[in-house]
């Protein structure tokens, strides 16, 4: 776009007979949602062409806006011929820029009070883009925008752009005079500054690449260079003069091509950005992002490694990306996410030796301990060694993938019965450690025999049992007597007393052996059966010492005495049973009565 800004109106006749001569270009792409419109659609278009012409106009742009797309390109229209002839990978200027890591301008809204008016499809229904050029070398983007604000009723545009900076001027959800009657009621236009040498050249182009591919996001319009066919959502201002006519214009692509680029790279650089904009990334590493984009702001959250995160692209600052995770926000620079989540959570079948290599020479970089959850980061994997962090100790290392796997091998099981744990998975093999009966110890299946025994470490000590010896239920329970009992040698009442308990003590359970509602219970090395109903899981009783006394049967001194308590036995007290006059409820051996609290003693 010139400085004068020629547009003027012209008649729509050409349109109508360019349509008649090749009416299959009337809808061309524009029929898929998003795709934007061809030159044949807008010239068959009938409508009211003085909404989109500026108010204020020379003889020299009235007779210029006058200009009508060339026999050339009329063959293209007629032709169809595909979009957009771009490249699948990218050019080496696109490359470059890209891995420079530029930081991608904010952008700035400095609206003015322009004419607003809706697009031909109505408000903040654009049907693509145009980019411009300001064709001043020794303009700036203030005095191109001071220049516009001022002349504005002559021509203007929605955006400029430059090196640093990406200024809105007026709202994209409304028209502008900035390329020709033919173009203004369809598209978004932009002014690209001129720079003045080559890297920074690539940095306005990255900065108005990435708005063209925002607002073809903001819009839901799909990425089509209508630079070659006159068909798609991303148009030149010389594709305009070339397919639609109202304007001579051939900016930006004498410009770009003073650089050695081009309008299609252009457009490549564009699909890139459209690429990545408003998509999830996953983080890389743990890390804690900032409340702003540098290391010393405030830590903002925590993030895990391979955390799902949303970029923000409109608020990139210095290669810093604006993420949300978790209805937190926060910056990350761009080397510490990825398009593609590499990071797991795996598990160690057993305790290894991280290396600082992915080999086994290398120094060790740390020990993590068998059944231990680490982040693997399949981006780095060497020769069949996978790259993983274990973030309790906070050491990063490679080990072979043969190490670990996707689910937990430990689990928590109970010794069924007493064992001797062995060495090998056979019985004549040495004894490591003895376990008692429902102790808890640590299986790990990723060590399970071939012949069924499992693997278990109890107290810090390994070994083998089969695995018939072990329950994932706890078969030991302990509870407390309500009273003084009589087990038995068997689950019913006419057989044989086993031994005595008195109230209050506590007991083992073997679950295992319960038999019609009576429990197999241990106490002091003997077993033997009682009911259920006799015991509890809390004790109610509280255990003191005998100062010796007679024990009552009422709580008074008149009242008959029950059993002699000598001096220093163990006595249990049921503090709910304490009487009004502060004796005490007793049970002593299989005896229980009344005396003063003061004849105990803790």
């Not at 068997?490 to 005595?500: E, F, H």
Request: charged share 20%.
């Amino acid at each position: 776009m010139q400085k004068k800004y020629f547009i003027v109106l012209f008649t729509s006749l050409f349109g109508i007979l360019l349509f008649l001569a090749h009416p299959s270009m009337a809808k061309a792409e524009s029929d898929e949602p998003g795709a934007g419109i061809s030159a044949g659609e807008i010239l068959n278009n009938q409508i009211d062409e003085s909404t989109y012409t500026p108010t204020e106009q020379t003889e020299e742009e009235k007779e210029e806006n006058q200009a009508k797309p060339t026999e050339s390109q009329r063959f293209m229209l007629r032709s169809a011929l595909p979009e957009p002839y771009a490249q699948t990978a990218l050019s080496s200027a696109n490359q470059y820029i890209i891995n420079q890591n530029y930081s991608t301008a904010t952008i700035e809204k400095q609206l003015k009070n322009f004419t607003r008016f809706a697009y031909s499809d109505g408000v903040g229904k654009p049907r693509g883009i145009v980019i411009h050029e300001t064709a001043n070398d020794n303009s700036t983007i203030d005095s191109e925008i001071n220049y516009m604000t001022n002349n504005w009723q002559n021509a203007f545009v929605h955006a400029f752009v430059d090196r640093k900076q990406i200024i809105e001027i007026h709202p994209t959800d409304y028209g502008s005079w900035g390329a020709g009657p033919k173009a203004n009621p369809y598209f978004v236009q932009v002014e690209l500054v001129r720079e003045k040498n080559k890297e920074d050249f690539y940095r306005s182009v990255n900065n108005d690449a990435y708005y063209a591919a925002y607002i073809l996001k903001k819009y839901n319009l799909t990425p089509i260079n209508a630079h070659n066919t006159g068909s798609g959502t991303v148009w030149s201002h010389d594709a305009v003069s070339r397919f639609l006519g109202g304007t001579t214009h051939s900016d930006p692509v004498g410009y770009f091509a003073r650089y050695g680029y081009t309008f299609n790279e252009f457009f490549q650089l564009v699909q890139y950005k459209y690429d990545r904009m408003d998509k999830t990334y996953y983080t890389s590493v743990p890390i804690n992002p900032r409340t702003d984009a540098k290391w010393d702001a405030p830590v903002a959250m925590k993030i895990d490694a391979g955390a799902l995160v949303k970029v923000d692209t409109t608020k990139t600052k210095n290669g810093w990306a604006y993420i949300k995770y978790d209805n937190k926000t926060g910056y990350i620079p761009f080397g510490y996410i990825q398009t593609e989540n590499t990071i797991s959570t795996q598990y160690t079948k057993d305790k290894i030796n991280l290396r600082t290599d992915g080999k086994w020479d290398s120094s060790v970089a740390g020990t993590v301990p068998a059944g231990e959850a680490v982040i693997v980061n399949g981006s780095k994997y060497k020769n069949g060694w996978a790259y993983l962090t274990y973030t309790k100790s906070n050491i990063s290392g490679y080990i072979p993938t043969t190490y670990f796997q996707k689910t937990n091998p430990m689990s928590d099981v109970y010794a069924t019965m007493q064992m001797n744990l062995r060495a090998e998975p056979v019985w004549d093999s040495a004894v490591t450690t003895r376990v008692p009966f429902g102790a808890k110890v640590q299986a790990n299946s990723a060590k399970t025999a071939s012949n069924g025994w499992k693997y278990v470490t109890y107290n810090g000590i390994g070994g083998y049992q089969p695995a018939s010896y072990f329950s994932t239920t706890n078969p030991a329970k302990t509870v407390y007597t309500n009273s003084f009992i009589n087990p038995r040698t068997d689950a019913k009442w006419d057989s044989k007393i086993a031994y005595s308990i008195p109230a209050g003590e506590k007991v083992q359970v073997d679950l295992t052996k319960t038999k019609n509602g009576w429990w197999y219970v241990t106490y002091n090395g003997k077993s033997g059966y009682h009911p259920t109903a006799y015991f509890s899981d809390v004790n109610k009783y509280t255990t003191y010492y005998a100062i010796g006394f007679n024990l009552r049967a009422e709580p008074n001194w008149n009242s008959a005495v029950v059993t002699s308590v000598p001096t220093n036995a163990k006595v249990a007290v049921d503090p709910s049973k304490t009487a009004a006059n502060g004796w005490i409820f007793v049970a002593y051996d299989r005896y229980t009565g009344y005396i003063p609290s003061t004849y105990v003693k803790k």
